[in-house]
């Protein structure tokens, strides 16, 4: 069973937009990880967020973590159409869960 | 860069015939994972190791799969008999040393059963 739940399903923005992406978790995590996948590829990781950390940033991604609520943000700012992927968050909670992801699809 | 290689990379096989998957985890990973991703979902894990330890096998269909990490470095996924409802991306991936750390993923094998 899978624990994280991203939303939306599917995203669409022109370049140069921003876009946001939601996870939400049910129990009690040490840290929530993002993972990108490009079609029919592995996945990558992006950026770990530790349970006791609010808000992180790497190069034009920002996440944000809110324990209270359960949930994630990643935000991509000026996106390209290579940010074109699906997006993951992953929590470690027992063990590894992963969402369904959000489709991002970005358009030149 | 070190990577996590994967062989095959597409597999096709019948129903009731075996199938085994091989996996080469970034050397000094303690950690590696097997998960089954079916489209348009998330990767779902199988199995965890530590070293050549099973950490976690809650989610893997034992009646049918089985995976060894023997010497703790390659592992192998197998199935055995394949089942139609089989057909995903097996996804390996590791680690420095458990859920603490970031994971690399290898490039998957797409396995189709007919």
């Known amino acids: 069973s899978q624990q994280g739940e991203e939303d939306p399903q599917a995203l669409s923005i022109q370049e140069g937009e921003n876009a946001t992406m939601n996870c939400s978790y049910k129990?009690?995590?040490?840290?929530l990880q993002w993972y990108r996948q490009n079609s029919g590829r592995g996945l990558v990781h992006l950026i770990l967020?530790?349970?006791?950390?609010r808000e992180k940033h790497s190069g034009r991604l920002r996440v944000t973590l809110d324990t209270s609520k359960k949930s994630s943000s990643l935000l991509i700012t000026a996106s390209r159409a290579a940010d074109t992927a699906s997006y993951f968050c992953?929590?470690?909670?027992?063990?590894?869960?992963f969402g369904a992801g959000t489709r991002l699809t970005v358009k030149p | 860069e070190a990577e996590v290689a994967q062989s095959p990379r597409y597999k096709i096989t019948e129903k009731s015939q075996a199938v085994a998957f091989w996996c080469d985890p970034i050397?000094?990973?303690?950690?590696l994972y097997w998960y089954r991703q079916i489209l348009g979902q998330g990767p779902e894990l199988l199995v965890q190791?530590?070293?050549?330890?099973?950490?976690?096998d809650s989610q893997l269909p034992k009646d049918r799969f089985s995976a060894e990490r023997l010497k703790g470095v390659d592992s192998t996924l197998k199935i055995q008999p394949a089942e139609l409802g089989d057909s995903a991306m097996y996804l390996c991936?590791?680690?420095?040393?458990?859920?603490?750390?970031?994971?690399?993923f290898g490039p998957g094998t797409r396995l189709t059963v007919t």
């Open positions: 991936a590791s680690s420095l040393a458990g859920l603490a750390y970031e994971q690399y």
């Open positions: 129990t009690s995590i040490n840290n």
């Open positions: 967020i530790r349970s006791n950390e």
């Open positions: 992953a929590t470690d909670g027992h063990d590894m869960r």
């Open positions: 050397s000094g990973h303690a950690t």
């Open positions: 190791f530590q070293d050549e330890s099973v950490v976690d």
